[in-house]
């Protein structure tokens, strides 16, 4: 299932902090050997101190198996900063409308294949849907994001390919990143939901006895 | 959405005024209200369409210190329901009272983010059944959002400090864009020129709206060939 953690709530979620901020040191210093900083295991950015709001994905056991970080982009956010290489230098897009998504990881060793349930595909897609809903609810109309080829390639695969791309994609650690617009609408959700089987509400613990087999 | 564009008025409290009262009628709420702190004189900036009475009861009380409208739902970088709010004493002592003045506590707050770290609020209510107002959220979130930023940016803008740094740059793409559009192209033409989507032409004109401060594309059109970002056709 999906859980929003902000600084609204994180006080009811410090486990799941926790478990996410791992989650991302072994994806991103581990796995893609980008240059973050890691401490006690756990990979934190100064981005992290700005009220971001997180997309987690929990799996029946509890433990953290996907996530996705949100910044509005009319403030400070990594495209402007970080990430600016990827827009050649050109200044980051800015509009109320418009999130910005990063540190968009799956845990890679999750054990199902395909489209199963806690498959890569499955998790991949359940972040998408819990963060796109939570967008429209939001009254944001598209999400720029910054994400690997392979999350590339699993996205376009899974009915939810980009729409468009800023920049160029840059070296970063052992692959090359790139900053990808996505709209946030019920249609691309709706294909989402399509090719993953995921039907059900994404925010609700309960889970369709079909699914969970 | 059909109202006052604060970049063609001068910065007033009157203006401020008249955007709040505009925005409430266009998008079917009661009450409007907006806020700021400047990260840097710590000063407060705040611009209501609140019935006198009840302005006057929440200065003397000095409920800005603990209004949680004010201080929680910038935390959020979504529009917060004020139904997520703790129903603690700090929100009994602001709610409550607003009540007896015939302010609903049916509202949400917007927050709104800077790129110099300032922060703006943008609180709105209407009373209604539950049902109607989740519908009326779902249809005006989007504008409301807009309305917000243009708000923050235009107070922001008249105040001393972020004046002086002005609008946030357009890129080569967005002015690009622009200046298609001030050539009389439509979106999905201007898509085929650049050999880009249509949809990334609007992200692109979504962007440069906002920041060149304006809420149409022909305003936004206007101000950069004032600003000399493009050329007139």
Known sequence: ?213 | MNIIDLGTVPSSSENYLTFIEQMCDTLELDFGSYASLNPVTGAVHGYANYPNAWKSHYIKKSLHRIDPALHKAGLSIAPVDWQRFERDQKFKSVFFPAEDFGITSQGLTVPIRGPYGDRGLLSVTRSCSTEEWEKLKRHIMGNLQTAAVHLHDSVMRTNGLIGALGYSALSSREKEVLQWVAAGKLQQEIGDILAISHRTVEIHLRSSRDKLGALTTVQAVGRAIGMGLIHPS
């Open chain 1, 1 to 213: 299932m999906i859980v929003i953690v902000d600084s609204l709530n994180a006080h009811e979620h410090s486990d799941l902090l926790i478990k996410m901020h791992q989650l991302r040191a072994q994806v991103f210093s581990g796995r893609l050997g980008w240059d973050v900083k890691v401490i006690d295991g756990m990979e934190r950015d100064e981005f992290d101190e700005l009220d971001p709001a997180h997309v987690v994905s929990v799996d029946d056991e509890g433990r953290v198996v996907g996530c996705m970080r949100l910044l509005q982009t009319t403030g400070p956010h990594m495209l402007t900063d970080v990430f600016s290489c990827l827009l050649d230098g050109e200044p980051p897009l800015r509009s109320a409308r418009v999130w910005e998504a990063t540190r968009f990881c799956v845990d890679t060793n999750l054990p199902g294949r395909g489209i199963a349930r806690n498959s890569i595909s499955y998790v991949t897609s359940e972040v998408m849907i819990g963060a796109f809903e939570y967008g429209i609810a939001a009254g944001i109309s598209d999400a720029v994001a910054v994400i690997d080829p392979v999350m590339n390639r699993v996205m376009k695969r899974s009915g939810n390919a980009p729409y468009g791309y800023l920049g160029s994609p840059h070296a970063m650690g052992k692959v090359t990143a790139l900053a990808a617009l996505m709209d946030c609408s019920d249609e691309r959700i709706a294909r989402i939901r399509e090719f993953s089987g995921i039907h059900h509400d994404v925010f609700n613990v309960s889970v369709p006895e079909v699914i969970r087999k």
